[in-house]
């Protein structure tokens, strides 16, 4: 009877505190009294929660008694003790510039107010609108100090530079995802970018904590995780659009190809004939393509052949996403799934992706936190571009025969020109695919060993698998056919990992402050693979292309395998007085595999300082402003070779075909490099000194730095240390010279609320950097010398890297051709006349964010540009002059030099390159200077007294447009022009930038 009446009592007493339980309504807003969306609610001590809606309002079910936290991103936090009120108004007090928020600078994290290094941060709010493949992209325009030059064809990684270029090796600045370490741009494909949290950029010295691999700079993100004591969400996210090529140049048509031909060879003194157009004083376009193989018959269409309109088609460009984030007291987690499929605006070309992420941390008890980050991705990707082939096709050549087959040139004596159909090419590549799966992420255990202690062991990885098949079919049609058809299949391995351990000490002591970090680390990266071919298949189908079916022999193009580690201690000490006086002191040792023994091993220091100028008593309290300097040491060990220091020989039966035995000949050893023992790291000195601030009430806020980076022990090939019979062997790399890079950087932005309630945020910032080779061991270095006429490119002391050589263009003489400047003052113009004829490095490049918001709209502007570089157009020595004769020009020939058209740049026609008019010369120079609108979104928020009645907590749908506009003087058909690092500017038919229109859904249950 006790036992019935202790269960009924237990129950009673459930029950009771059931029904103790009430509903609190309220509204969260700012100090102005606007409403606060999506601020954070949660009852202390329990995993209940919610958030704000749209208008800022909120109900959560709570016990008398009970805690209220009110949180949201900027302002402090407010906790409320639950009495008998029903109805709750909350204002956040907005933190100080962000001061509090916390900022993952490295190996630790510390608060934005105790930063004394040149670190930006991408707003990530504004980033997310611009639909991007690689998440790099979200760095164009929104971080000064930091260019990012895109690339047309979806799934190319953009190569972002940091403060200038610093060496003719890699100039990649080193990304740290969630730990992980790579200097691989493409890795950043695998991340969606609504999953990221922070992405913040070490600039100057502040980078010295990764020491040997942080002359370029490090970019830290970090991906979210979800939060503790928070209900689950469900986020959808979801676009569709259509992106097509702009901006394309207008070639000439069928009619005035022929017009060209015979201006051309009237100017040559000729009688106009030509296997296509007939005789006479005008060309006649011929219905069908005359002097085709028997059995083959074309039709010319009147007009002629549009080859840039056959080749470029708007493509399908969609995105689908969902993700799902939940904690509780002792455990949080975010999920999600993402396809995305972008079709290239080049037909037959386009990337595809299927990519997952999987973050969770668990609390083991109040001293161990464990915690894992997974990325796994899986894509396909098509990248030909046949531009280049374009510009040369001839007009007259159709599609298709009349029987449906690819037309071509078929033979020279047809002057049709010897380029491949460039439709056909891409056409033919319709079951050629590159694809890669890859795996990244970390396990980590954190553990208080006592108060302000912690030990952290980071265990992080990346492995990537790739498959790569190339089928080479006959073409029959061109004027060059290929006798037998050839399978290429690619693939490798590439796989890294990094163990990091480090100590964290964190304590106060009166107006004391200190933060320090002790760490140790290794890190591995390796890489194997081959390519292997095999030719004459009997059919030319995809169930046909395997290595087993060819009847030729096999062929190893290729088979190799790296690889080298790198083992690290560190250490840095961050301490402050009174909140007002700052220093950071960090030293790192590096010892890398890439080195001999002896210069294995270097040593990083730097130091950072920072005054709280609006701490000190004679400044206003409504204002901060803070004085920052770096000064330090970072290194460079990134090279192409992984072994430089060693003489590398393979087996070779080109080169190394001997009869040993005197009569017997075998295949011997061959030396294919030169290494240098004496090989040591490359070195970058980075000085900085910054202010940041935050004016009129806060509404007014940014940074100012200036920086001065000195790269000393330059990397680069010595061509002068082997002689002419080692031709086979690359030459020994050497430390060569010093670079130097000095800049400005600016960021300002405003933002505030009109009485009318229109809320508007509008960001400018602007990067400068000049680039100067001081030293080099050599009196110049040239780039690509694979372009026609020679490397238009050329690296020398007191000049910046990679800026263009070659003759200077005066005008056209008397007789219609290049009149040069005659340099030396010889009295002859030759090869001793070149000189510095353009840089491809800007004056200054800029962004400009604007976001504005009034009730359920809103709309975010993005434009980004550079001013002051120039691009040399080698597109030109195809469009312009005779290199191919019979190929195609652009309509700009139709205003050449005559005896009555005097007033123009543009030489007479000829059927021959004159007065050598294509070797490098200041004609092709252009202005490269451009304003992109590069984002135009327009969004609505559904009510939520609409969306809760679906079960939705926010929903918003947009209209957005991509690469809108270009404000250029540039003649070619894309601006954003890179290249290595000793070959920069040259646009030689670069894959352009898509225009693309999207509709876009956001919502979250």
């Not at 009771?16 to 339980?21: D, E, G, H, R, V």
């Not at 319709?430 to 208080?448: C, H, I, L, T």
């Not at 009166?510 to 591995?524: C, F, R, T």
């Amino acid at each position: 009877m006790k036992r019935l009446t202790l269960l009924f009592s237990l129950l009673f007493m459930c029950v009771s505190l059931a029904f103790s339980q009430r509903q609190v309504t309220g509204t969260v807003e700012d100090n102005s009294g606007n409403p606060i969306p999506g601020a954070s609610i949660i009852v202390v001590g329990t995993s209940s929660g919610t958030v704000t809606d749209i208008e800022g309002n909120f109900a959560i079910s709570v016990s008398s008694g009970d805690q209220l936290e009110f949180s949201f991103v900027g302002y402090n936090s407010q906790t409320v003790s639950v009495g008998a009120q029903s109805t709750l108004t909350i204002t956040l007090a907005e933190s100080t510039e962000f001061l509090d928020e916390i900022v993952v600078s490295g190996y630790q994290t510390q608060t934005r107010k105790s930063l004394t290094g040149a670190i930006a941060s991408v707003d990530m709010e504004n980033a997310v609108k611009t639909p991007v493949i690689n998440a790099a992209e979200m760095l164009q325009g929104r971080v000064t100090g930091v260019s990012v030059i895109n690339s047309g064809q979806p799934g190319a990684a953009p190569i972002v530079r940091i403060r200038g270029y610093g060496t003719p090796n890699n100039n990649s600045p080193l990304y740290v995802i969630d730990g992980v370490q790579t200097d691989d741009a493409y890795v950043l494909s695998s991340l969606s970018p609504s999953d990221i949290e922070q992405i913040n950029v070490l600039k100057d010295a502040s980078a010295a904590i990764y020491g040997a691999r942080a002359s370029n700079g490090v970019i830290v993100i970090t991906t979210k995780s979800g939060s503790y004591n928070t209900k689950s969400t469900v986020t959808f996210e979801s676009y569709v659009g259509s992106s097509r090529a702009v901006g394309l140049p207008t070639l000439l048509n069928a009619q005035q190809h022929g017009d060209m031909i015979w201006q051309s060879k009237v100017n040559d003194g000729v009688t106009p004939n030509h296997p296509q157009y007939g005789t006479g004083g005008s060309p006649n376009i011929p219905s069908s393509l005359q002097g085709t193989p028997a059995g083959i018959s074309t039709t010319v269409a009147p007009n002629g052949t549009d080859w840039l309109d056959a080749i470029f088609d708007p493509g399908l460009a969609q995105q689908y996403k969902m993700s799902v984030s939940s904690g509780n007291a002792n455990s949080k987690f975010m999920m999600s799934m993402e396809y995305l499929d972008r079709q290239g605006a080049q037909i037959m070309t386009g990337y595809k992706t299927g990519r997952t992420r999987m973050n969770a941390e668990f609390k083991v008890n109040d001293r161990i936190t464990i915690g894992e980050h997974l990325n796994v991705t899986y894509d396909s990707e098509r990248a030909t571009n046949q531009v280049q082939a374009a510009y040369r096709s001839s007009p007259l050549i159709p599609l298709y025969d009349n029987d449906g087959n690819f037309a071509g040139g078929y033979g020279t004596p047809l002057g049709l020109g010897n380029v491949q159909n460039p439709y056909a090419v891409l056409k033919r590549t319709e079951d050629d695919f590159q694809k890669s799966f890859r795996a990244f992420g970390d396990v980590y255990a954190n553990v208080n060993i006592i108060k302000g202690l912690d030990y952290k062991v980071v265990f992080g990885g990346m492995m990537r698998d790739l498959g790569n098949r190339r089928f080479v079919v006959k073409n029959p049609e061109h004027s060059e056919p290929r006798s037998t058809n050839t399978l290429y299949e690619q693939s490798f391995r590439q796989y890294n990992w990094n163990l990091t351990n480090t100590l964290n000490y964190k304590a106060n002591f009166d107006n004391h402050s200190i933060n320090a970090l002790l760490g140790y680390e290794a890190l591995s990266d390796n890489f194997k693979g081959h390519e292997i071919s095999r030719n004459d298949y009997l059919f030319e189908t995809p169930n046909f292309y395997l290595l087993s079916n060819g009847a030729g022999t096999p062929v190893v193009q290729y088979a190799n395998a790296n690889a080298y580690t790198i083992s690290s201690a560190f250490l840095t000490i961050n301490y402050a007085y009174n909140n007002r006086y700052l220093l950071t002191a960090t030293v790192r040792q590096d010892k890398t595999s890439r080195f001999s023994k002896a210069n294995a091993d270097a040593i990083f220091p730097s130091a950072s300082f920072g005054w709280v100028i609006s701490e000190e008593d004679f400044f206003s309290s409504d204002s901060y402003m803070k004085l920052r300097a770096s000064y330090g040491t970072l290194g460079n060990q990134s090279l192409g070779r992984t072994a430089p220091d060693q003489n590398i020989s393979n087996l070779s039966e080109a080169n190394a075909y001997y009869p040993f035995n005197g009569s017997t000949a075998s295949t011997g050893a061959a030396l294919s490099a030169v290494g240098n023992p004496d090989l040591k790291w490359e070195t970058v000195v980075s000085a900085n000194a910054g202010l940041d601030f935050r004016l009129m009430d806060n509404k007014l806020y940014g940074s100012v730095d200036y920086f001065n980076i000195t790269t000393n022990d330059l990397i680069a090939v010595d061509e002068s240390l082997i002689g002419t019979t080692a031709i086979d062997a690359s030459a020994p790399l050497v430390n060569i010279g010093q670079v130097s890079n000095t800049g400005l950087e600016l960021a300002l932005n405003y933002a505030d609320e009109s009485g009318s309630g229109l809320r508007y945020d509008v960001g400018f910032n602007l990067s400068t950097y000049k680039n100067t080779v001081d030293s080099l061991i050599s009196a110049f270095y040239v780039g690509n010398s694979g372009f026609r006429g020679g490397a238009v490119t050329r690296t020398s002391p007191g000049e910046p890297m990679s800026y263009f050589y070659g003759r200077k263009v005066l005008g056209l003489d008397g007789s219609g051709r290049f009149e040069y400047e005659d340099v030396n003052n010889d009295g002859s113009i030759n090869d001793d006349d070149r000189t510095k004829i353009g840089s491809p490095h800007p004056d200054f490049t800029f962004g400009v964010n604007v976001s504005l918001a009034y009730k359920n709209i809103d709309l975010y502007a993005f434009f980004s540009g550079s001013v002051g570089n120039d691009i040399y157009h080698y597109n030109k020595i195809y469009t312009h002059f005779p290199t191919f004769f019979n190929g195609n020009r652009h309509v700009d020939v139709l205003d050449s030099w005559t005896p009555t058209n005097t007033d123009t740049d543009i030489p007479a026609l000829s059927e021959s390159i004159r007065n050598d008019e294509t070797q490098p010369n200041s004609w092709f120079v252009e202005d490269g200077s451009y304003v992109k609108l590069k984002t135009l979104q327009i969004g609505y928020t559904l009510p939520s007294s609409f969306s809760s009645k679906l079960g939705i907590s926010n929903a918003r749908i947009y209209v957005a447009g991509n690469n809108l506009l270009t404000l250029s003087k540039y003649s070619g058909m894309d601006p954003e022009i890179g290249g290595s690092p000793l070959t920069l500017g040259v646009d030689s038919g670069a894959y352009p930038q898509a225009s693309m229109t999207s509709l876009g859904i956001n919502v979250t249950f």
